[in-house]
């Protein structure tokens, strides 16, 4: 491999840097220099150093055929994401045929099982809804451990409960296949920018090999962990900010209830030291009535909730915060309707409490 910097002029505030990526192919890109470029080694280091990334993908590219089972609202961004990055890939279709023919359209390939999807590939991401549907896409007839070569890997980036994530991970361990759990946080807005955290939980040289393509779609990337240790994590962090949405959801029933709108409400905590992004998307729906401001259902609340007081339970500590938001959202799940976002949680607070918490633009609870 060859690294080399081009100096376009002494003086020139512009420079180039290329490095070979192949035998015939070489990237350069252009960078701005606030001071004289020196062609000293020591700076020739520094902006070969800021494009290692750049070689690791096109490397990880060349060589990892990728699959991908889960084409819904966070999945469907990622795939995009991982093709518009160089890489081969190989999806599961499905019903909505919207997200499919889009990724036909990028170039990715359709198989009509998980056993092909497997057959095709060296990594396999999954991003569904939790265990259950996990589980089946595995086990199942035409499913994924048919089609599976040695050596290969599936990552699991839906919330998961993690008694399942390390059965699977012994039983495929088992026919010399590595699992991965790399849940999401943020929103599908973000998976589309490619800007998703990650928490992964995998041991470091699968880790290694995987972050090439993890950064295709991911911004910020942790390594939190052996596997079994990113669904763990993403259970606490989603007790945190479902807590946070049930505290609001009652604080803003009561400040109704009191006299208080949700406006003014609004104006204390914004900007305060209880202001937070998640508060900020969270209060879109009850101030502008944007219910896609956080597109994530109270259904999956629910089930993400009912996983953390399963880890609870087998940890032998006592989680009763966990299980008032437990009960929050089970009591809006069971109102329904079923497309609820965490957000319209509020609602559903309010109107058990006799107060009208409905966005002005969004029909009126009845």
């Not at 890997?153 to 759990?181: F, H, N, Q, R």
């Not at 950064?215 to 479902?242: C, E, P, Q, Y």
């Amino acid at each position: 491999m060859i690294r080399f910097v081009i100096l376009l002029s002494t003086f020139s505030r512009i420079h180039v840097y290329c490095q070979t990526i192949s035998n015939s192919a070489i990237v350069c890109q252009p960078f701005a220099a606030k001071t004289r470029f020196n062609n000293s080694p020591a700076e020739v280091r520094r902006y070969r150093d800021r494009n290692t990334g750049l070689h690791a993908m096109n490397t990880s590219a060349a060589s990892e055929k990728i699959g991908f089972i889960g084409l819904g609202l966070m999945g469907h961004g990622i795939a995009k994401n991982i093709v518009d990055k160089g890489y081969s890939l190989t999806f599961l279709g499905r019903k909505n045929r919207a997200p499919a023919q889009d990724m036909l359209d990028r170039g990715a390939k359709e198989a009509a099982t998980s056993r092909e999807v497997a057959a095709a590939s060296d990594i396999v991401f999954i991003c569904v809804t939790g265990s259950r549907e996990v589980e089946a896409i595995i086990r199942g007839p035409g499913g994924l451990k048919e089609g599976l070569n040695k050596g290969s890997v599936i990552v699991d980036c839906s919330t998961s409960d993690p008694t399942s994530t390390m059965a699977l991970a012994a039983e495929l361990k088992a026919i010399g296949v590595d699992y991965v759990d790399a849940p999401l946080s943020r929103t599908p807005k973000e998976a589309w920018e490619g800007t998703l955290d990650a928490m992964v939980g995998a041991s470091d040289a699968v880790f290694a090999r995987l972050k090439p393509v993890l950064d295709t779609w991911a911004g910020r990337i942790v390594h939190i962990g052996d596997t079994g240790d990113g669904h763990r994590m993403k259970l606490l962090n989603n007790f945190i900010s479902l807590g946070y949405a049930a505290i609001y959801s009652e604080a803003l029933a009561l400040a109704e209830k009191v006299g208080i709108s949700p406006p003014r409400f609004d104006s204390v905590i914004r900007n305060g030291r209880m202001d937070c992004g998640f508060y900020q998307t969270f209060m879109r729906w009850t101030l502008e009535g944007d219910r896609d401001a956080h597109k994530f259902t109270i259904a999956n609340a629910f089930k993400d909730l009912t996983y953390l007081e399963s880890m609870a339970g087998a940890a032998g500590i006592a989680n009763p915060l966990g299980n008032a938001t437990k009960n929050a959202f089970a009591g809006a799940f069971a109102a329904g309707p079923a497309d609820q976002y965490v957000p319209m949680l509020a609602t559903h607070i309010g109107k058990v409490n006799g107060v009208d918490l409905t966005p002005p633009t969004a029909p009126r609870v009845r």
